[in-house]
Structure formats: C-alpha cells, structure tokens
C-alpha cells in the first residue's frame, strides 16, 4: 500500500441495494453538551435532508443509537443497580441518549448498540444480510469513534462504505481541534476503508432518481 490512498470507482448507490444509516446522532453529541461537538447541529441538518431526499427515492434510512436499559445492568440480587441507572448518561429516559427532533420518519428502522460499533456491539450485519444490503452511506456523531468503528468493521467485512463528510462531527482530542479530527478520521478512512462524498452530493443524485425506485 504504500502512500498511495485507496483509488477505486465511484460505489453504485441504487436504492435496492443501499441503505442510509445515521449512527449516534443523539442529543448527548452537541455543542456544550454530553460529549461537547462543537458542529453536531450542522451534521444532524445535512443528514436530515439527505435522509429526506433518500426516503422520497425509496431508500431506506437506519438509524442506530447507543442506549442502555435498566435491566441491563443487574446486580447478584438480580434487580438493576441503581448507582448505574441513576447515573449513567446514555440511560433510557434521559435526553442524552434521545435522538436530536426531526430524524426518524415512520418507515424508518431504529436499531440499538451497546458500545461504539453498530457492527461489534449490534446486529447491523445481520440486519444487512436480511435486506440484501451490500452497501451502506453512513452520517453520524462523533467521526472517529462511533462513525469510525462501524465504518470500519463494515468495510473489513466486505461491505461498501461511502461517508458523509459533512453529516458528521467530531469532539476535540488532546490538542485537536473538532474540526482537525474530523478532517483526520475521514482522510484514514479514505486512505484505506472507503469513500466520502457531501451530504448535497448524494442528496442530489438522490433527487435524480425516480420517486419510489427503491
């Protein structure tokens, strides 16, 4: 591999075989809050309306979240620890782990992860065998985590992946910026995972395709 960036053709995106998901996208990712994301409210409206112009093509649009129940977390007398359901922040109830207003549409699936990958720590690839899906356009929060892991683990196990460069966004790290990781997880992710296009991009060619292709 070398320096050379990974250089292939543009992925077919037809609706009978693609599917738009949105990882994370929950209010605990948004500036000054959970996890500060500085640019979150712009990730969540790129991705809004690229999963508008997708579900009018007849896409179909997934929208996974990291949430955890009560009854996940039993102590020996077999009822819920309190300590950890009073205090864990992406427990259900609290806004943190709510989606942000005006994601999901009826005919949406919503799909749930216990930890970072939809893949490692949910059934997304079990999910996509059912429909015969083979290639999946991702947004989401935060880039080089939760976006990251999965887009990651999908491409390992062979399935397209094209990024919303701008329908996600990044937290700061250790003297990075939000903006430099963002920009640094899609460049790796490039390098060697997949593609990367802008969520107008793809809302466009969503828009040439017939109503109800899918």
Request: net charge negative; with cysteine; glycine share 12%.
């Amino acid at each position: 591999m070398g320096s050379n960036p990974r250089v292939e053709d543009p992925y077919d995106l037809s609706p009978g075989h693609t599917v738009l998901l949105g990882i994370d996208f929950q209010q605990g990712f948004s500036a000054g809050g959970w996890e500060d994301t500085p640019d979150a409210a712009s990730a969540v409206a790129n991705f809004r309306t690229a999963a508008a112009a997708w579900r009018r093509a007849g896409g179909q649009v997934i929208l996974c979240r990291e949430i955890y129940y009560p009854e996940d977390y039993l102590g020996p007398d077999g009822k819920p620890i309190a300590e950890v359901v009073d205090h864990h922040p992406l427990m259900s109830g609290r806004d943190n782990a709510e989606f942000h207003p005006g994601l999901v549409e009826p005919g949406d699936l919503v799909m749930r992860k216990t930890g970072f990958s939809a893949v490692a720590a949910g059934n997304l690839l079990e999910v996509l065998e059912e429909h015969r899906w083979d290639t999946v356009v991702i947004g989401g929060l935060t880039t080089p985590i939760c976006v990251g892991t999965t887009s990651d683990d999908l491409s390992m196990a062979g399935i397209k992946v094209v990024i919303l460069e701008d329908a996600c966004a990044s937290q700061s790290f250790e003297g990075f910026s939000a903006q430099d990781a963002h920009a640094f997880a899609l460049a790796r992710f490039r390098y060697q995972f997949g593609q990367t296009l802008t969520a107008e991009a793809f809302s466009a060619y969503a828009r040439g395709l017939p109503t109800g292709v899918g």
